[in-house]
């Protein structure tokens, strides 16, 4: 049973460029979350796809944008990159039920700009 | 307005000893989750505890624990019998209504 898969590992882009990071959530998951963790901080909450729509939003500006596809993975899009969006981007799948649901974390995406 | 409260940057543990690790929130709606996750220097984030705010007793995994008291607000995670690999950065969250807060964190060593 595969868990939740991100790809790239490492990403190195530029100022300004344009960068889309892919999750693949585990087997019999339909719920993904997105989270930005700044080096020494904790995770920062981006937004959360279910049924193909952004359910919950983070503080986090319109330069982030997401998708979720029919297969339940989901992908990242961060447009015009700052040198402040250096950071792991971790992907987490969980099962929706009412109430909240145990997460299972991807091993993340490091993304680098110069 | 922060959401989760972990106050101590670090810890240190003899291995074999119990350690608490501290854990506030803050919120208002009556229906909420809190987790603690464990980040190993290889940077994955493992789930370790879960807690619902109607659960009337406290969540227990193994060796990990989880001291819920609701009305203080407080949600902190004692790992009985320290071992080594317990070494790592630990974390709680809150769901609220599938937003997710997460604190700045504990690095807890443990010293053989």
């Known amino acids: 049973d595969a868990g939740v898969t991100q790809s790239p590992t490492h990403l190195i882009k530029t100022r300004g460029q344009q960068v889309t990071l892919r999750c693949s959530p585990k087997s019999g998951h339909d719920t993904v979350s997105w989270y930005q963790q700044a080096l020494g901080q904790g995770p920062q909450f981006i937004f959360q796809y279910y049924e193909e729509e952004e359910r919950q939003r983070g503080n986090f500006p319109d330069r982030f944008s997401g998708h979720q596809f029919p297969n339940y993975s989901s992908e990242l899009n961060v447009n015009a990159l700052l040198l402040g969006d250096s950071a792991l981007y971790l992907c987490a799948s969980s099962l929706d039920r009412t109430g909240s649901g145990e997460q299972y974390f991807g091993p993340g995406t490091r993304l680098t700009v110069t | 307005a922060q959401k989760i409260t972990q106050t101590q940057p670090g810890m240190f543990v003899q291995e074999k000893e119990a350690v608490t690790l501290d854990c506030t929130y803050d919120t208002s709606d009556p229906s909420y989750g809190l987790f603690w996750y464990k980040q190993p220097s290889s940077g994955e984030m493992i789930f370790l505890i879960y807690?619902?705010?109607?659960?009337?007793q406290n969540a227990t995994e193994g060796r990990y624990s989880l001291n819920f008291q609701k009305a203080r607000k407080s949600a902190n995670l004692v790992i009985s019998a320290s071992q080594l690999g317990d070494s790592a950065m630990y974390f709680c969250a809150l769901d609220n209504f599938n937003k997710f807060y997460f604190g700045s964190g504990t690095k807890l060593n443990v010293k053989p």
């Open positions: 807690q619902g705010s109607y659960d009337q």
